[in-house]
Every structure is written in structure tokens, then in C-alpha cells.
């Protein structure tokens, strides 16, 4: 059974969107810390891995789309990248809701400290000073949401629209 010619155009385009949503997304993190300077948390972190495995499984859903593999190919991808979407959805609620205090957090959120020296003299008065910053302390906050307020509605945008792809597909 061959693929209709609007399959690749109906499916292409949400699979774009999604892995170029999902890039854009983790590579502004990406900017903010290495450029900016702004230390993730252990649960910023851990944020980021739905966004290291969909952007390979868009790459994929592209792929199977423009090789006019059969939908239900490119349907499956795209699903899976929703469900990976929500997960870091509901990651970043849980993050925010540490941040606003809601709840609990982990009782060990802190990452490595950036500026730690290379100095053995000066190793261990770094480990005393230098601490990586906590998961209850939002770093920045843009029109009132921090970065996980705003992980939140990018994971929901991407998850939108891989799942109304996969409908369509």
C-alpha cells in the first residue's frame, strides 16, 4: 500500500515544528548557562533529558516522513515525542512548584559549581565557598514564570503539536 502524496507534507511539517521546537528549546538552556552563566540545578537538568531524546526521534520522524515510509511510522514517532513532551511538562510543574514553595524538593538538589579551581591549593577553600545552586531558587524569572514556569508551556506547545501531528499523520 502506497503512501498518499499529501502524507509527507501532512506529517513533515509537525515533525519540523516539534524538532525544531525541542532544539530551540533545549539550546536556549543551553545559551542561557554557557552564555548567560546561570547555573542549572539538578532539576533544571533533569528537565532536559525529554529534550535529549525526542530531538533524535524527530530527527527520525522527519526521516521517516520524507522517505514515504508508511504513516503509521511517522504517527508512532510523533506520539512518542508528546508522551516524552508531558513528561517534561510535568517535570517543570514539579520544579516550579518547589521554586513557589508549593512543595517539597529533592533533599539533594545541587549541581557541581562552576569556578571550582584546578588549584590543589586552592581546592578545597573552593568546595567550602562554591556551591551549585538550589532547585528552590529560581535563578530568573521572565514575566513572573522561571525557567521551569516556561519549560512548562514550551513542553505543552510541543507536545500540541506532536500529537495533533500524529492525529493528522
Known sequence: MSASPTQPTRSLLPSLLATIGMTGTVGGALAFEHIGGYIPCALCLIQRTPYYWGIPIGI?????????????????????????????????????????????????????????SGNVGDLLGDLDSKHGPSCTDAALRVLGLSFAGWNVIASLILAAIAFRGAAKA
Open 60 to 116: 527520525a520522524a522527519i526521516a521517516t516522513s520524507v522517505l514515504r515510509l508508511p504513516a503509521w511510522t511517522t504517527r508512532a514517532l510523533l506520539l512518542v515525542i508528546g508522551i516524552l513532551m508531558l513528561a517534561g511538562a510535568g517535570t517543570g510543574v514539579y520544579h516550579a512548584g518547589v521554586e513557589w514553595h508549593f512543595w517539597e524538593g529533592p533533599a539533594t538538589c545541587a549541581t557541581s559549581a562552576s569556578g571550582v
